[in-house]
């Protein structure tokens, strides 16, 4: 059974930085591409960035040189380093891995940017 757990959310000021992280298990987590998305209030979920098996990085403009993504194959952990958060960062950040044909979603971490 595929299994993402996020953690590391909180509440924070402006400009402020957060790692979360996402605990996989139930698939081969070394070959598999992850991503992070996020939803905020009202809004479509979004992509923020994805790695690929090899560390490949791929950003959402909106975030690029401010997030870095990153993972662990030997814990099975991918992170989301956030820097210099703004307020319109404030979302549920949800980890996402395509694995045994299905998409999988973690439940989401909550980052909440006041100004």
């Known amino acids: 059974q595929v299994q993402l757990v996020e953690s590391g959310g909180g509440l924070l000021q402006a400009v402020g930085s957060l790692r979360v992280s996402c605990a996989a298990s139930?698939?081969?987590?070394?070959?598999?591409?992850m991503g992070w998305y996020r939803q905020a209030p009202g809004k479509q979920r979004e992509l923020v960035a994805t790695?690929?098996?090899?560390?490949?990085?791929n950003y959402a403009d909106s975030v690029k040189g401010r997030f870095t993504i990153s993972r662990d194959n030997a814990k099975n952990t991918m992170y989301l380093q956030m820097n210099s958060l703004k307020p319109e960062d404030t979302a549920v950040y949800y980890c996402?891995?395509?694995?045994?044909?299905?998409?999988?979603w973690g439940q989401g971490t909550q980052v909440t940017v006041s100004s």
């Open positions: 996402n891995a395509p694995a045994w044909g299905n998409d999988h």
């Open positions: 139930g698939f081969i987590f070394s070959i598999t591409a």
């Open positions: 790695i690929t098996s090899s560390g490949s990085t």
